[in-house]
């Protein structure tokens, strides 16, 4: 059984697609870690990609059960909640739109 998460500052829950493939996984930008998981990271960013503030970080574990899925400033540490200040909306229009690529793929799933 997959799990759900949210976004930190969300209300929406996002679980695995139960029709997820592999390969989709690779075509959507998917790279795999050391532990053979799946990771996604995509910066947002107001005006250029390389002045990105914050990322979205997703990852799958190999069994394809396991989705974990956070907005971080950009060295990874500490969570950034974009929904809570009005300026940070290109960032938010811009994740509402990867997500939606990922619901497209079959790789997410609203809950």
């Given amino acids: 059984m997959a799990n759900t998460v949210i976004i930190n500052g969300d209300n929406r829950k996002f679980t695995i697609n139960p029709e997820i493939k592999r390969y989709a996984l690779i075509d959507a930008g998917f790279t ?14 107001n005006e250029s990609p390389y002045n990105a503030t914050c990322q979205l970080k997703l990852t799958i574990n190999e069994d394809l059960d396991h989705l974990t899925m956070v907005v971080t400033d950009t060295n990874g540490l500490q969570k950034v909640n974009i929904f809570k200040n009005k300026q940070l909306a290109p960032m938010v229009e811009l994740l509402n739109f990867i997500l939606k690529d990922l619901e497209d793929r079959q790789i997410i799933a609203p809950c």
């Fill in 32 to 45: 795999k870690t050391k532990r053979e998981n799946f990771l996604y990271k995509h910066p947002l960013y």
